[in-house]
């Protein structure tokens, strides 16, 4: 493919990265700037030879202490809005992101917006007339789709050593995107259409999709209930949650010397859900359990496990958990989670209502 620079087709890739509106900060693993790009001279008020070198710590001048605990973690992920901060003898309120870099441990890279700018463009978003995180969405992956294009034209004038910072920019630009995508299905109000489903055929679907990217040293036990009549549900929902779960629970095991997973489908009694959308009752005698014999869930995290971007991946998103509990609620259903330290198994448990 011919470059489209050469043939004076479009602006070359340095001016499209120089011209990103929002701060880009590139931090080593002790912390202090390696880079900064354009938008971030104009909004911390000093070039970026004067910012290479300085502590990010010194930088931006952060009251909050888990925010300040985050920049020095080098492993830390975080998204941070409305945060008050000082640059210099300014006050500013800014919107924070902190994206760890797979390939490269400790490094990380540090965005920086204007809050109020998002502010504005909220309540632009909230007119009936615009889908807010459709739109959102949108204004998110056009300059995402920009950056990835510059990433690729810039690596085509690199000497091939220097080309893996370029794929690496690609590389986190599709991550973000898929990000976004599953953002977007947390943020959905209409649920998808329920229909009687086999459960245990879902069940198949789902561990053969996992299965795939496990290893052999991983054992699985199944334990059906073969007399369990149909559940209602949404099939592509509730595979989505059985291969998030099942997921999760291969990533944990791995860490055993004998890795096993367990799922169980049993019939139980007395298990009710009240249905604000139906407005009454719902009765959830069908339970799937997804269990593993891993170290399980750190004790902090355990109560805010199915709120976004709460992980104790180091790359994770926190994302998985939270929408297998919005699919659950859509399909008046329920999810929970249980730590067995005695037996070392974590569980997690989905109840359905089955079809009458």
């Known amino acids: 493919m011919n470059d489209p620079q050469a043939q004076g087709g479009g602006p070359e890739a340095s001016e499209q990265i120089a011209g990103l509106s929002f701060a880009m900060l590139l931090i080593a693993p002790d912390g202090t700037i390696s880079e900064a790009n354009p938008s971030a001279e104009v909004l911390l008020g000093a070039s970026a030879s004067r910012l290479k070198g300085r502590a990010l710590i010194d930088v931006l001048q952060i009251e909050q202490q888990r925010i300040k605990d985050g920049l020095l973690e080098l492993d830390s992920q975080m998204i941070a809005r409305g945060l008050d901060m000082v640059v210099g003898e300014r006050n500013l309120r800014i919107n924070l992101t902190i994206s760890t870099l797979g390939n490269h441990p400790g490094w990380r890279i540090v965005t920086l917006s204007d809050a109020s700018q998002g502010e504005r463009f909220e309540e632009q978003a909230r007119r009936p007339a615009l889908r807010g995180p459709a739109v959102l969405a949108h204004e998110i992956k056009n300059p995402l789709a920009a950056i990835r294009g510059a990433a690729q034209l810039l690596g085509r004038k690199l000497e091939p050593g220097e080309r893996k910072l370029t794929g690496l920019i690609t590389d986190e630009v599709d991550r973000i995107a898929q990000l976004i995508d599953r953002m977007q299905r947390l943020g959905r109000e209409n649920s998808e259409p329920l229909s009687p489903i ?49 997921a999760n629970s291969r990533d944990a095991a791995q860490a055993n010397v004998a890795p096993q997973i367990m799922i169980r489908t049993r019939f139980v009694s007395g298990i009710v859900m009240n249905v604000i959308r139906l407005g009454r009752p719902v009765k959830l005698p069908i339970e799937v359990q997804v269990s593993d014999n891993g170290k399980g869930i750190e004790p902090a995290l355990r109560d805010h496990i199915f709120e976004p971007f709460v992980t104790s991946k180091a790359n994770g998103q926190g994302l998985g958990l939270a929408l297998a509990q919005k699919l659950m609620r859509d399909m008046d259903g329920r999810i929970s989670h249980e730590r067995d330290e005695a037996g070392g198994w974590t569980h997690f448990r989905i109840h359905l209502p089955m079809v009458r």
């Open 198 to 246: 086999n459960l245990h055929q879902s069940i198949r679907r789902a561990v053969e999709t996992v299965q795939l990217t496990s290893t052999e040293a991983l054992a699985w036990r199944e334990e059906f209930d073969p007399s369990l009549p149909m559940v209602l549900a949404n099939d592509g929902a509730l595979v989505q949650v059985l291969v998030n779960l099942l």
